[in-house]
């Protein structure tokens, strides 16, 4: 079954250290997104990229570093300049082209302490 | 500065009964819009679109209006069903773009 995977479901880390969070997707999307949801908020953008070995921030980039060396794998790191780290991340994927909608992963919580 | 607004952070309804749920946008520049549903710890998954050159969508239980005036969207449930119950999502995407901007939320509970 294509869709898009996101590892580990939980992560803990201590304050200080960078944590790397995967996604991978075999729908053969050429776009991938990173978002992060806290309580009571929407999702922000972090940052996305619309082809191999480019990408562009969102709204809420600072902190937070990414990657896009294969089509099928777009991993997020949080760096420990990110002043709140502690929350739900969030991958996705669309095809190229306008007015498609975009595919979610099962997210990643991330716990900083 | 918040693009695309839900004001309403919870509804209850009826098993049954209509669900109406409200999203406001500021931008005229959106052209395609999304509803999604999200339940606890888990991604969105999409429900329905519409684009801006249309007043009306529908898929079975869900129909989402636009009314470009006004700028305003609805997503209808009908009937609504308790496994209905979740968080419902609206983004907006402007034209030309790969970004979507997305509302706060509202969270739906469907009474049995």
């Known amino acids: 079954d294509g869709g898009i995977t996101q590892s580990p479901k939980y992560l803990f880390r201590k304050e200080g250290q960078n944590v790397t969070l995967s996604c991978e997707q075999n729908?053969?999307?050429?776009?991938m997104y990173w978002y992060r949801q806290d309580p009571g908020q929407g999702l922000r953008l972090i940052y996305y990229?619309?082809?191999?070995?480019?990408?562009q921030k969102g709204d809420i980039a600072e902190g937070y570093s990414v990657s896009r060396e294969k089509k099928e794998s777009f991993p997020l790191t949080v760096t420990s300049a990110q002043k709140n780290p502690t929350a739900f991340y969030l991958c996705?994927?669309?095809?190229?082209?306008?007015?498609?909608?975009?595919?979610f992963g099962p997210g990643t919580r991330l716990t900083v302490t | 500065d918040q693009q695309v607004k839900q004001n309403s952070p919870s509804l209850s309804v009826q098993e049954g009964r209509i669900s109406i749920l409200n999203c406001d946008y500021t931008?005229?520049?959106?052209?395609?819009f999304l509803w999604y549903k999200k339940y606890p710890a888990e991604g969105p998954t999409f429900l329905i679109s519409?684009?801006?050159?249309?007043d009306k969508n529908e898929d079975g239980r869900f129909t989402v209006f636009l009314n470009k005036s006004a700028k305003h969207l609805s997503l209808h449930i009908v009937p609504s069903q308790p496994g209905d119950s979740a968080v419902y999502f609206c983004a907006a995407n402007p034209s030309g773009t790969y970004k979507y901007i997305f509302g706060t939320g509202t969270r739906l509970k469907v009474l049995a």
């Open positions: 931008n005229s520049m959106f052209d395609y």
């Open positions: 990229s619309q082809i191999v070995n480019d990408f």
């Open positions: 729908l053969n999307h050429d776009a």
């Open positions: 996705a994927s669309r095809r190229q082209g306008t007015s498609y909608e975009q595919y």
């Open positions: 519409i684009s801006s050159i249309k």
